[in-house]
């Protein structure tokens, strides 16, 4: 049985989508400009593309960042993930980025009950440190409140508060 068929479709979804959700909410979470904001984007595309290279004996962990077998298959799957996020995001009106964090919160604790009722306990606390690595990841990848890229801090309140509550809800022992 692969690990993909553990879980129904919506499940593997959840799975598969929790990691860059928690990185959009992060980004989200602090206030720094659009530079600033790409930083994060590409902090949070760098966190998922280099998975493997951190977990290469996790399985759920590598089905989740398998290379697509062609670009028009990455295609498909990028465009179905947009529409299905975005979707979602409607659902639960979801339009600042408090909210948005609400539904990551509400999607990382599914995905912990997921984990903690189908997989092997090694391979479910790499994966919530996998999602809360990307989450610092994220929140160190630029500066909030500066100017010019001179000042401000690392790591905002508000990503602060987040990733607090991100390493309670993946029940985490890691000081942040």
């Known amino acids: 049985m ?3 068929e553990k879980y129904t479709e919506e499940e593997w979804f959840l799975l598969k989508t929790t990691p860059s959700l928690v990185g959009s909410a992060m980004a989200g979470a602090g206030n720094s400009g659009i530079m ?3 930083k994060e ?3 949070n595309v760098r966190s998922i593309m280099e998975a493997n290279n951190e977990y290469p004996e996790n399985p759920l962990i590598g089905s989740i960042v398998q290379k697509p077998a062609s670009r ?3 295609k498909e799957m990028a465009g179905d993930y947009k529409e299905r996020l975005m979707s979602r995001m409607q659902e639960n009106n979801v339009k600042k980025a408090e909210e ?3 539904l990551t919160i509400s999607d990382v604790e599914a995905a912990c009950a997921l984990l903690d009722e189908r997989e092997d306990a090694d ?5 919530k440190n996998w999602v809360f690595g990307i989450a610092i990841k994220v929140a160190e990848a630029a500066k909030e409140g500066g100017f010019l890229g001179f000042g401000g801090t ?3 309140e ?3 508060a987040l990733l607090e509550r991100l390493k309670t809800t993946l029940c985490l022992d890691e000081a942040v």
């Open 154 to 156: 690392q790591v905002s």
């Open 2 to 4: 692969s690990v993909q």
């Open 72 to 74: 028009e298959e990455a």
């Open 123 to 127: 391979v479910a606390m790499e994966y």
């Open 100 to 102: 948005l964090a609400e």
């Open 158 to 160: 508000g990503e602060q």
């Open 36 to 38: 600033g904001t790409m």
């Open 41 to 43: 984007a590409m902090a």
